[in-house]
C-alpha cells in the first residue's frame, strides 16, 4: 500500500490552527488567478466541504457550513471568495455582499467562472438538515448559482427565493423559472454546458450556456437502475457527478446497500460498472481521462484508498491511503491530487 507523498508539500497552522497539507506544484505552469474583489478575507480551511480545482492549481471550496466559497491558492493562502461567514441566505451580489443558503458542491469551467448547487433540505419533523443525503423530507432552496472570477454571484437556474414548497420540485425552463429538487453533483463540459445531480428527482439536468434547463438524461417518473440510452435509462440517487475531457459524465449512483458507477457517455447511453467500489467521491484526470474513486470498504475491509477504476472494475487490488473520511477530492496535476477531511487538505499521489 502506497502512502502519501511529503514531496513538495508545505505545512503550516491558519487562523483557528487548521492544519492545511497542499501540494506546492500546483496544476499548471500558468500564473496564479488573482480575485478582483474588493477586498481579500483571510478564513480558516472548512471542516468539511466539497472542492474542485482550476487550471492553475487554485481549490475552491463550498462550505455548506458557514455558506460560503472559499479559494486556496497554491501557496496554502485561504480567502473568501463569495458569501457571508455564518449567514444564510439568497441574495446574488459581489463577493461578501452575496448569499448562499448551503452550498452543496462546486465546479469550474475553462475561463474560471464556478458553479455551485445551492440547496437545503428540512425533514418531516421540522429541524433543519444541512447537505443531508436522506430522501425524506422536503427541499425548500433548490438553485444553481455562479460566481464569476471577478466574485460576481448570479442565480443560474432554479428558484431565485427559499422557504416554500414552489421553490423546490421539477420543471424544465429558462434560468429561474426551472425547479430542481436537492442539486448535488456538479460539472461542467468544455463547451460551457452545466450538468446537475438532481439527486430527488433522480436525473441528471443539463444547462447550456443561454441558461436553458433540460433533461439530460432520467426522470422523476422512472426510478431505478435500467441502462440504455439517455432517454431510456433510469436512475435512483445521484450525487457526485464528474466529466473528461471528452464529455463523458460518470455519477455515484445508490439504491438501498447498492451503490454503484454510472457513465454517460457522449454517444448516449448510459452504463453501470463498480457496484460497491465506490463510497463516497469520484475524481477524473482531466489530462488522461483516467477514472478513480475512493472505496471506504472493499474486500470486506473498512479503509480510505484511491483505486482506478475501469468499467471492467477496479484496476488493481493496491491503492493509495488517502485521510479517514474524506469529504473531497479534486484533480490538481498529472500524478496528484487534494482531497479534503477534517480541514486538512493533502497531497495524494494518483495510484
Wanted: charged letters at 15%.
Amino acid at each position: 500500500m502506497k502512502t502519501k507523498s511529503r514531496v513538495a508539500l508545505k505545512a503550516f497552522l491558519i487562523c483557528t490552527c487548521t492544519a492545511l497539507i497542499l501540494s506546492a506544484c500546483g496544476g499548471g505552469s500558468g500564473s496564479v488567478l488573482t480575485s478582483s474583489l474588493p477586498q481579500e478575507i483571510s478564513v480558516p480551511i472548512p471542516l468539511q466541504a466539497k472542492m474542485t480545482a482550476d487550471a492553475t492549481g487554485n481549490l475552491y471550496l463550498a462550505d455548506g457550513a458557514t455558506f460560503t466559497i472559499v479559494k486556496v491558492d497554491p501557496t496554502g493562502k485561504a480567502t473568501l471568495v463569495a458569501g457571508k461567514s455564518g449567514v444564510r441566505g439568497v441574495s446574488d451580489g459581489v463577493g461578501t455582499s452575496a448569499e448562499f443558503y448551503s452550498p452543496n458542491d462546486i465546479a469550474v469551467d475553462s475561463n474560471g467562472n464556478l458553479y455551485v448547487t445551492d440547496s437545503y433540505k428540512i425533514d418531516y419533523l421540522g429541524s433543519a438538515s444541512v447537505n443531508s443525503f436522506s430522501p425524506l423530507g422536503s427541499v425548500y432552496r433548490a438553485a444553481i448559482r455562479k460566481v464569476t472570477p471577478a466574485g460576481v454571484v448570479t442565480t443560474l437556474a432554479g428558484s431565485a427565493t427559499a422557504g416554500n414548497p414552489s421553490d423546490m420540485g421539477y420543471a424544465d425552463g429558462v434560468g429561474t423559472d426551472a425547479r430542481f429538487s436537492n442539486p448535488q453533483g456538479i460539472a461542467v463540459d468544455l463547451a460551457g454546458n452545466v450538468f446537475v445531480a438532481d439527486y430527488s428527482n433522480a436525473c441528471i439536468r443539463k444547462i447550456n450556456p443561454q441558461g436553458i434547463v433540460t433533461t439530460y438524461t432520467g426522470s422523476p417518473t422512472s426510478i431505478g437502475g435500467r441502462d440504455g440510452t439517455l432517454a431510456t435509462a433510469s436512475f435512483n440517487l445521484v450525487h457526485e457527478l464528474k466529466i473528461d475531457n471528452a464529455g463523458n459524465l460518470y455519477t455515484i449512483h445508490s439504491a438501498g446497500v447498492g451503490r454503484w458507477i454510472r457513465k454517460v457517455s457522449t454517444d448516449g447511453n448510459v452504463t453501470s460498472f463498480g457496484e460497491r467500489v465506490v463510497a463516497t467521491n469520484l475524481l477524473v484526470n482531466s489530462i488522461t481521462g483516467k477514472l478513480y474513486g475512493i472505496s471506504q470498504v472493499h474486500g470486506g475491509v473498512y479503509h480510505n484508498l484511491l483505486y482506478s477504476i475501469s468499467e471492467a472494475g477496479v484496476e488493481s487490488t493496491v491503492g493509495t491511503a488517502v485521510p479517514s473520511s474524506p469529504t473531497s477530492i479534486a484533480f490538481v496535476a498529472s500524478s496528484s491530487a487534494a482531497t479534503l477531511s477534517n480541514g486538512v487538505i493533502s497531497s495524494v499521489p494518483l495510484p
